[in-house]
């Protein structure tokens, strides 16, 4: 079992807090496409031969990319790869690509779950974050996804942005919850080197939220999206029972994937390997039939740190059983023992061998998990 990940690097225009990989140059999106193909063919055994469960187009904005664009694709992999029969194709999009007419293209092609990055339901949130759409598109293209078919639509949103009142955090989240989303993905502001608001930032133009009132905020989440019946899968994502998604699950479990497009990263249980942040030279190389990464081989403590990043932020917590067949005595002995504080504070609870945290544990995840890792 397996996932691609495929980096659609165009974007319209930068968002004021976005540092992933894109460019404004859609020009090139043909030869894009033709380098994304290539690239599907020369690392075909990268995966060796597992079958593959998700394909997930993020970026950048996939929905950029026309309806043929993405069938070449996804023909290309379907020609290259082993894929299961019941398999999981998510694309983000940005709300005012999606028009009734593309969304149907996408339902035709297959494409099983939207990730829409809705980000706010406030034009004022929406135009300080340097966002392409209004309030009013992200409403009409979730409307007409699912009038169109699409069962399983994922929303994003941003909490902890510069003056956001609990209220209208809360009024956020109710609308998300009133347009029957079936996933939710909420994610904090981080402030990222060389973004407009990193600039608005320093220069004093936007002021951040306190320790107390990004935790209020997170709490407010946590609180209602149990309520409506949401599972608390992992630190900022929710679902409705069913509606998980299997790629992030995958990727938190460590199962392996294959990233394709610049700075797309990739993982086969023992090595990561990243491709190059920079459209042009990808295109060069690959059209030339040359691959354009960075590979790092893992150690057994590497391997470890990284499986307690990723499990430990989630429902099913870290498996001790697991570690000692994969990384041995040693490790688990050291798990159980930095275990012990955290099952006595409340922060951590042991459910069979898995250690998960707790609601507590939570707002704290990250000094949780940093103290856990072997150094
Ligand atoms: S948030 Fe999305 S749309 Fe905005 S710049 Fe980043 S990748 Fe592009």
């Known amino acids: ?22 460019v404004a140059n859609s020009k090139s999106k043909n030869d894009f496409v033709d380098a994304l193909c290539k690239e599907i063919v020369l690392r075909k055994q990268y995966l060796n031969n597992e079958k593959v469960q998700t394909i997930y187009f993020g970026g950048g904005t996939p929905s950029l990319l026309s309806p043929n664009q993405i069938h070449r694709i996804l023909n290309t992999i379907t020609t290259n790869f082993d894929l299961e029969n019941k398999l999981e194709i998510t694309l983000e999009a940005n709300p005012d690509d999606l028009s009734e007419n593309y969304l149907k293209d996408l339902y035709k092609l297959g494409i099983n779950r939207l990730s829409i990055g809705v ?6 949130y929406l135009k300080l974050m340097r966002r392409r759409h209004t309030n009013h598109q992200a409403i009409a293209a979730i409307k007409n996804a699912q009038n169109i078919g699409f069962g399983n639509i994922s929303l994003d949103l941003m ?8 209220t209208d955090w809360e009024k956020n989240i ?5 347009l029957n989303a079936t996933h939710i993905s909420a994610y904090h502001l981080t402030i ?39 599972l608390h899968y992992e630190i900022s994502n929710f679902a409705i029972d069913g509606f998980i998604s299997l790629h992030n699950t995958n990727y938190w479990m460590g ?9 797309a990263h990739s993982y086969n249980l023992s090595s990561r390997q990243w491709n190059i942040r920079e459209l042009r030279g990808y295109l ?5 039939g040359e691959l354009v990464c960075e590979i790092e081989n893992l150690s ?20 001790t059983k697991k570690i000692k067949q994969d990384y041995g005595d040693e490790f688990q002995n050291y798990f159980l023992k930095k275990s012990k504080k955290y099952i006595q504070n409340n922060m951590m609870i042991k459910n069979g061998e898995n250690y998960i945290l707790t609601s507590e544990g939570i707002f704290i995840s990250d000094n949780i998990i940093q103290d856990f890792l072997f150094v």
């Open 1 to 22: 079992m397996a996932g691609i990940y495929l980096h659609i690097p165009f974007c319209e225009k930068k968002c004021a807090y976005c540092d992933f990989y894109s």
């Open 119 to 124: 980000q706010s339901f406030q034009n004022e």
């Open 159 to 166: 909490y902890g942005l510069p003056n956001l009142s609990l």
């Open 174 to 178: 109710e609308q998300a919850i009133n």
């Open 192 to 230: 990222e080197p060389n973004t407009l608001f990193d600039r608005y930032f320093r220069n004093g133009k936007i002021n951040l939220p306190t320790e107390t009132q990004s935790l209020d905020q997170f709490k407010f989440l946590i609180d209602k999206m149990s309520e409506k019946g949401f």
């Open 255 to 263: 199962v392996k994937y294959l990233g394709l497009g610049p700075s």
């Open 284 to 288: 060069d190389g690959i059209l030339k």
């Open 300 to 319: 057994k403590t590497e391997k470890f740190n990284d499986y307690i990043i990723t499990s430990l932020r989630t429902i099913w917590g870290s498996n």
